[in-house]
């Protein structure tokens, strides 16, 4: 119809990139992109920096898109590129990290995803009324400020200190697995477990079926992955909390794209998650985890 | 006689440096062929090509009389030359009987399986430094811990043991003692006689008439000349090492020859 | 031959005892003594010494072994590898592909990995003495290499950074239990059943015995360290590596194929990595593009707190092995005692100071180090 | 002089020219020309070449210059060090320490910081010269147990491993403007009105110019690039940084106080880090437990990129200022050219290669090495 | 005259091997004093406790008659001891003048700042070395690219040049040829004219000859004797050297001295 032919918008994450929850990002802007018939680039930066970020929130502006993408994972670091960015034009959608609060803070149009703390926080209330008094939080990250705000999110909503019951379990499959039991072993009246993802989930799942509390420990993750959805299914896994990253992609490239071509913005922030998936109706989750889940 | 090295034409440039400009040597079985020459004349360099080292950047070698192409230093140990270079080849870690034996270690089978022969290591080691007038401590201490002198004998002790047809010396007895350099040219000589070629490096005229049947001055990386024992006085050779430059005097004694 | 060692008169007595104490490994048995020390004193009713838990980091150092086997025999030999991180990401990804996305039998998948890794050992070795660069660069940029491959591959033929579904693949398999599997477990059901060791009283095992077989990986990490420990003392390709890691020229004068024997080594710890990538991927049934991140340091502070010399041609197997039991047993064993795990760290730090610091000295009084 | 040289006809001729191309710097320039060639040709219309552009990967790059400048001078005195990256995390978090969390004024809060990050720098060279240990080693250490300081202490005291609020807390100071402001800005705006360079053309800084100053971080950059480049080629200092990484045994005997020389090193070195740090959290107002991750890689990659040798005794910091400037345009130019950014790790590798090659045969051309 | 420098019952143990078993030598000025001795004699050793290297484990120096102690070379060089090591002190990488000026570098003020005064170094520098009879390409040469010999030059020029009280040379001709031999040999005697005190150590009878007037032996880490000029042959001090124990004969020529 001739509106905005040639839009381009820039995600900016602030994952290493081989993180691999991110992956349903990158899939999720590239199907939107095709879709809307808009060009979208994926940046972040290679160790995860927040200060590299930065600088390529920078470089996105100096490129002139017709809109930026980005997180929110730390306020101050990010604030002013981001900023900086608005001031000269340049749309911008905060997704995934941050809160509704700070985006309006920094001029974005909106915020797509899910808040750290609250969504922890939710999933410590829903632990806490199925009986949970003590968990172990399963920290592979533990050098990420949004980690620590779930578990910290967890354990208030669980209405208890937080602790020694986080602990930074490193990256590698056999030692966070290890750990785990180790942890079990030195505290067996622990109730419950919290994974942070799927390269935290995946060990524990196996830790839990070593030592035989798979399915005995109440056991709830964040994010999907193909290994988790199957624990979920197999009842290891209570339920995983689901903040549904193919939509915090898809939806700002479709929300930018419409509001570039026809001046049309929701007049709301957008909540992708937290969703619990449990293991009613895990068909779909099951097809597309890893990919589009 | 038969050469059993022939050096044809060598020349050697390290990038913009021509260190030879070719050079023609023969070596002959069970004769002692000393290399003379200033310092930075290019005999390091020479021997080098010889025992494969470096690649000449010209010139041919030739081996018992058939063209030879060493590209690396085994390939000149296999085919029976020994050298001991000036820089030493010697890890200051090892034990005295690992070095020794290095490149060339003892087998014992066990099993069909081949394991080194420590045993027979030690024992050999122990024995030849004894030969050369070095008591060790014992065969597994460590090299870096001997002086410079006794690192010398070790390398000619190996080489002298392994050396199967020519023997390449690079100033073996520049930091040798009275006693192991007595030593060493009792070495040379016994060697010599039985049929082996020597070559021998040194700025030592003596050491050099001592052992030396024919003499070959290099300067500043071009043969100066060749002359055969007997043919040639002391005083001769060390004006011709000197590259027929003056020599500074002395006032006092030091007359004839350095 | 002792005769005449004792015929020198500038050399002081020395104790036969101490003689025989002083050794490569003295560092690392020190160390091991130390540790197993501060945790049974720290850590004994929290169950790290109970069957579960010598299990558990049993494991954990059977992990290190295998990697630091490798970079102990590459390290003596005067080279070091910093793409050993990169390479385990890489070889599980490769199976994962081979393996999961195009279908092949496991076996093949297997092989096919074994094989592309070890030649990308020895391209790094290759460009390490054709060159003379040091090892450190050219394996900085295998490193990065490697892991962008790793990451970019999956994401480009299927579109997502981990694939799962491994263990289903080989299921059947002939080969790939050599590296997933357990050994032992009727005897350890035997065992249990005749209240020789404990079992399970909580939770949907119970009963069994609280170990079910000795993993794979512990008898690949016995395998390797023995064999480590024999090629590098009791052979003569033991004295090239030394050679070549003491002095490159030299032994090269010396008719060393010094080349050969670093590229073989290079070649090897690849070998050992992929080994670590199968067992690995074969346990957890999956491969991500974030495995193996900085397992290189761990793996060269194993070697290092083993004793071995950073700038090569000193070192032994046997210290590497207990190098690894120790960074293995202080790392489980914080959890049992219940440490604040950022701690961890601090942890590491200063037994690798310490460790290097007596090693240090132990060696000194070896060789006479001057 | 020259008809000295000319005297030895062992010596084949080199043209003038030729001598003069031929320095330490010439591998980082040849990059810096090549690197600019690519995306000139590859990412014009990219926005990389606009002021803002420039502006972004200039920025980068001076980043990568303050810690490159003092890994350079380290390593051209024989050591380096790996906790820079540590370093930075440290320096930032203490800065927040002292500044957000104990209230302290912030000119006091950074200059202690300085101190403290110097002080560990200068125990990282006590430990290194009197232990005789590789700086790898001892730097390695150092790396984790700053890191899991960094971990350990805002988590204790503040439960969080972020701390914000830096920029308010130094506003109205004196010494933080030194490093988290911008200089010249009125001559950016001066420029801007006379049309001398572009204006923003939508959004509210319609008008205003694209660049409002230039960084501090830049100055700093610049700044730290001259010291070390003329204490490293003009000074007697300099020829003892140049003895002590060639052979410290022959510097020793020669009387250079190489143990002195080599703590300065690693001091100067946690200073540059600590610059780093303190520009970072003066722009972007919160420190975090995981700054600096990395970035002592990114240093000696700068460093060696520049023609620098590893293993000590050569270098040069311009060259190593052409390599922090090549790495800073490769990375931030390819996400103007839109690569795909898993493959930035590949192209890194690569360059790393290729420039060390390039430098390898560029100093045998020099030094006529063997 | 007095003793400059006075060694009194020098001891060094190195772990569990005695290097040194109680040395005592005096040295005077304006005199050239050859240390000599065996292999692992402990000659190296014993200056290097003399120049600061080492600590002596038990024993005193006394340096211009009062107690004096050498924690590294610096003071050593401080006190006006320039030495010539065995394992030379040379830079590779780095280019010959700066080498020659390491650690006494030349400084130029420019406003108030002390920069490295680089034309006076390379001037220098090519004079020195043309005056010990080596033609260097130019001051920028890297060490590495010289030959042994020309190392060992470049070495002893810069002691000579700085040298202020005693001059200290390790076996400075075993590498060198006829010429730079002689050259050494003369300049040792130049020095000692100055009244500066020359400390010699060689394996070289001849050369100790021509420039000693005292003669130390050493053997297995104690004072075998000393000697002053005159009053020794030189078949005497050669079985001294070789610690009283026989010498191998050659059948050939190698009479007399070695
Ligand atoms: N690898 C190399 N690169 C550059 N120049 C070299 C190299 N090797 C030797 N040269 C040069 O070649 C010349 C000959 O050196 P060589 O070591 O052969 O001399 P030499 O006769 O053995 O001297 P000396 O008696 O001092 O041992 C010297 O000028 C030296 O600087
Ligand atoms: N740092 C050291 N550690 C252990 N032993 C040493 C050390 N330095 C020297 N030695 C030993 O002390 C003895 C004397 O060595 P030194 O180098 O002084 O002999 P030297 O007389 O200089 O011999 P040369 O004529 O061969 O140079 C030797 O046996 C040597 O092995
Ligand atoms: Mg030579
Ligand atoms: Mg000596």
């Not at chain 1, 419950?192 to 005995?216: K, R, W, Y």
């Not at chain 2, 350099?181 to 003596?206: E, M, P, Y």
Request: hydrophobic share 45%.
């Amino acid at each position: 119809d001739g509106h905005g032919d040639n839009l381009t918008y820039i995600l900016v994450s602030h994952a290493p990139d081989s993180d691999s929850w991110w992956n349903t990002v990158k899939n999720g802007v590239a199907l939107a992109g095709e879709q809307m018939g808009v060009t979208v680039e994926y940046r972040n930066p290679p160790t995860g920096d927040l200060a590299d970020m930065a600088r390529i929130i920078e470089q996105a502006a100096a490129a002139q898109p017709d809109g930026i993408i980005t997180t929110l994972a730390d306020f101050d670091v990010l604030s002013g590129p981001i900023r900086a960015a608005v001031d000269q034009g340049i749309d911008v959608i905060i997704m995934n990290s941050g809160t509704p609060d700070q985006a309006r803070e920094v001029g974005a149009l909106m915020y797509v995803g899910q808040p750290e703390y609250d969504a922890g926080f939710a999933a410590g209330q829903r632990a806490a009324g199925d009986g949970v008094g003590s968990f172990l939080c399963v920290n592979h990250y533990i050098s990420s400020p949004s980690s620590t705000e779930r578990c910290q999110g967890f354990a208030d909503g669980l209405g208890i200190d937080l602790g020694n019951q986080m602990i930074d379990a490193g990256q590698d499959p056999a030692e966070i697995k290890n750990r785990v039991l180790a942890y079990l072993n030195t505290n067996p009246d622990t109730d419950a477990v919290l994974t942070l993802g799927p390269t935290s989930a995946d060990p524990t799942i196996l830790a839990l079926q070593e030592n035989g509390m798979a399915g005995d420990i109440y056991f709830g993750t964040f994010d999907l992955g193909e290994n988790i959805v199957a624990g979920i299914k197999d009842g290891t896994i209570q339920w995983g909390i689901d903040q549904q990253p193919f939509l915090q992609a898809y939806l700002p490239v479709v929300v930018l794209a419409n509001y570039d071509r026809y001046g049309v913005l929701p007049g709301n922030n957008i909540n992708s998650g937290p969703g619990f998936v449990t293991a009613s109706g895990l068909e779909k989750v099951e097809e597309f985890a890893g990919e589009f889940r | 006689m038969e050469p059993i090295i022939q050096m044809k034409g060598i020349e050697k440039h390290f990038g913009s440096v021509i260190a030879l400009a070719g050079v023609t040597v023969d070596f002959y079985p069970g004769e002692c062929h000393c290399l003379l020459g200033d310092n930075g004349a290019g005999k390091s360099t020479f021997i080098k090509t010889m025992s494969g080292v470096h690649k000449p950047t010209h010139g041919e070698i030739m081996f018992e009389g058939k063209p030879m192409q060493f590209d690396d230093p085994r390939d000149s140990i296999a085919a029976g030359i020994a050298t001991v270079y000036q820089d030493l080849a010697m890890i200051p870690l090892m034990s005295v009987s690992r070095n020794f034996f290095m490149g060339n270690e003892p087998i014992k089978k066990i099993a069909g399986l081949r394991f080194f022969d420590h045993e027979h290591a030690n024992e050999v080691t122990m024995r030849e430094m004894r030969n050369m007038g070095i008591n060790l401590r014992g065969p597994d201490q460590a090299v870096g811990t001997l002086s410079g002198g006794e690192r010398q004998t070790v390398a000619i002790a190996r080489a002298v043991h392994f050396g199967a047809k020519v023997l390449i010396l690079d100033e073996p007895t520049s930091a040798l003692g009275v006693r192991q350099t007595a030593n060493v040219l009792a070495t040379v000589d016994k060697v010599r006689k039985q049929g082996i070629s020597v070559v021998f490096i040194t700025h030592n005229v003596r050491h050099a008439m001592a052992v030396g049947d024919r003499f070959t001055v290099l300067n500043r990386g071009k043969t100066y000349g060749t002359a055969m024992k007997g043919e040639i006085s002391p005083e001769e050779l060390q004006d011709m090492m000197a590259g027929g430059q003056e020599l500074a005097t002395l006032e006092g004694s030091l007359g004839g020859t350095v | 031959m002792t005769d005449t060692s004792s015929t020198d008169e500038r050399v002081k007595e020395m104790s036969g005892l101490r003689r025989a104490m002083i050794r490569p490994e003295l560092g690392g048995m020190v160390g091991v003594v130390a540790v197993f020390t501060f945790f049974l004193l720290f850590a004994f009713d929290s169950g790290m010494f109970n069957m579960q838990g010598v299990m558990n980091w049993t494991t954990v150092s059977a992990q290190f072994m295998i990697i630091a086997v490798g970079a102990c025999l590459l390290m003596i030999a005067g080279e070091f590898d910093l793409s050993v991180g990169s390479m385990i990401g890489f070889a599980g990804m490769m199976i994962a592909i081979f393996g999961v996305v195009l279908g092949w039998p496991m076996w093949i998948a297997i092989l096919i990995t074994f094989a592309i890794c070890i030649a990308f050992g020895a391209l790094n070795g290759y460009i390490v003495v054709k060159t003379g660069l040091p090892s450190f660069i050219v394996t900085l940029a295998t490193l990065f290499i490697l892991r962008g491959f790793t990451i970019f591959i999956p994401q480009t033929v299927e579109s997502k950074t981990i694939i799962g579904g491994i263990r289903e693949a080989a299921e059947g398999d002939w080969l790939a239990p050599l590296f997933g599997g357990k050994v032992g477990g009727p005897i350890f059901q035997w065992l249990g059943d005749n209240g020789w060791i404990s079992t399970f009283t909580r939770g949907n095992l119970e009963g069994q015995p609280v170990i079910d077989g000795i993993p794979m990986l512990i008898i690949w990490a016995i395998a390797l360290v023995i064999f480590g420990h024999i090629v590098l003392t009791r052979t003569r390709f033991g004295n090239w590596i030394f050679a070549a890691g003491g002095d490159a020229q030299a032994a090269r004068y010396a008719g060393v194929p010094v080349d050969a024997v670093k590229i073989k080594m290079f070649m090897f710890t690849a070998f050992c990595a992929t080994v670590f990538a199968v067992c690995q991927v074969m346990e957890f049934g999956s491969a991500g593009a974030d495995r193996g991140l900085l397992k290189e340091f761990e793996a060269i502070i194993a070697v290092v707190i083993g004793g071995a010399l950073l700038t090569g041609g000193y070192g032994s197997v046997i210290g590497a092995a207990l190098g690894a039991l120790i960074f293995g047993v202080v790392q489980q064993g914080l959890f049992f005692a219940n440490v604040e795990s950022s701690l961890f760290r601090v942890f590491l730090g200063v037994i690798l100071l310490l460790a290097v610091i007596l090693n240090t000295y132990i060696r000194r009084l070896i060789t006479g180090e001057r």
